[in-house]
């Protein structure tokens, strides 16, 4: 069975500070990777995803994340932070073989961005 | 478009009764999918289907029932509900394939049980 790590739970920061958060997968077969958003009060919004191809993915909202797979990572980084990027991010994975193509995610990383 | 709706926002029960969850997708897409999310624990997988009249069991499916009769709705349903199912629902539908590929989330369910 797949899984999905991330690390950090709880990430505090100043406005315009660097954000890497991390995120480790299990799974042996090929996969399709997501990082997720949730607003406060909000559901959940698609951030990036990679498929296949160029390593490093562009999301919205300034937002990259590059997939090593020698690692099973699926770092989410943004060069500035702002307060507005407050919000738990989720990682996910799913795996392109058997019957169930399904999301895993991780346990979430709460992000504080102080003013 | 609406994309994924789930009914109702907000719903109080208390222990022993039932209740079902509403999920409508209106993108043709063929899986759809329950989640549950509790706090520092992500989402967990509840049930999910592949298709109209097929469905799995997920990560938590204890307490749980599903049906899929029609490829737009995928309504969950609590047969006694517990206080350990005090939790916020998210339906999710997705296309199984193509440069499009991907989840769409509805707005979610908070229930308490009482």
């Known amino acids: 069975a797949q899984s999905v790590s991330q690390h950090n739970h709880h990430v505090i920061l100043s406005e315009a500070a660097s954000l890497e958060l991390g995120c480790n997968y299990s799974?042996?077969?090929?996969?399709?990777l997501f990082w997720y958003v949730q607003y406060p009060g909000q559901h959940l919004q698609l951030l990036l995803k990679?498929?296949?191809?160029?390593?490093l993915v562009k999301g919205i909202k300034g937002f990259e994340a590059e997939f090593i797979k020698s690692k099973f990572s699926f770092n989410l980084r943004k060069p500035s932070v702002q307060w507005s990027d407050t919000a738990e991010y989720f990682c996910?994975?799913?795996?392109?073989?058997?019957?169930?193509?399904?999301?895993?995610f991780g346990s979430g990383t709460q992000l504080t961005v102080l003013p | 478009n609406a994309g994924v709706t789930q009914t109702p926002k907000f719903q109080v029960l208390k222990t022993g009764q039932s209740m079902t969850l509403q999920c409508a997708q209106d993108?043709?897409?063929?899986?759809m999918s329950w989640y549950r999310q509790d706090p520092g624990m992500g989402l967990r997988l509840i049930h999910y289907?592949?298709?109209?009249?097929?469905?799995d069991q997920g990560e938590v499916p204890n307490g749980y029932n599903v049906s899929r009769s029609t490829t737009e709705d995928f309504p969950l349903r609590l047969l006694s509900a517990a206080p350990s199912q005090t939790s916020v629902y998210f339906c999710?539908?997705?296309?199984?394939?193509?440069?499009?590929?991907?989840?769409?989330f509805g707005s979610g369910t908070r229930l308490t049980v009482v």
């Open positions: 799974y042996g077969g090929t996969v399709n």
């Open positions: 289907s592949v298709g109209a009249g097929i469905t």
């Open positions: 993108m043709n897409h063929e899986y």
């Open positions: 990679y498929f296949s191809g160029d390593p």
């Open positions: 999710a539908s997705s296309s199984p394939t193509g440069s499009n590929y991907g989840y769409t």
């Open positions: 996910a994975v799913n795996s392109l073989s058997g019957s169930a193509r399904q999301l895993t």
